[in-house]
């Protein structure tokens, strides 16, 4: 199923693999960049409804 590159195979193929990688990087950045700020999110909410520490 791969055409033939000829010379430009490993071009082609770092190519992909780069891609790939930064797509990976982007996912994994917002998934822990979403985490971050639903934390944060929790704590300014609970702070707001006198639930979080130092407002007991």
């Known amino acids: 199923m ?6 430009y195979t490993d071009t082609v193929l770092w190519s992909y ?3 790939i990688a930064l797509l990976v990087g982007v996912v994994v950045a917002t998934l822990w960049r979403g985490r971050k700020v639903r934390a944060e999110l929790r704590r300014i909410e609970a ?9 007991a």
Do not use: H, Q
């Open 17 to 19: 693999a780069a891609s």
């Open 47 to 55: 702070r707001m409804t006198g639930k979080g520490p130092g407002n």
């Open 2 to 7: 791969i055409p033939d590159l000829g010379k």
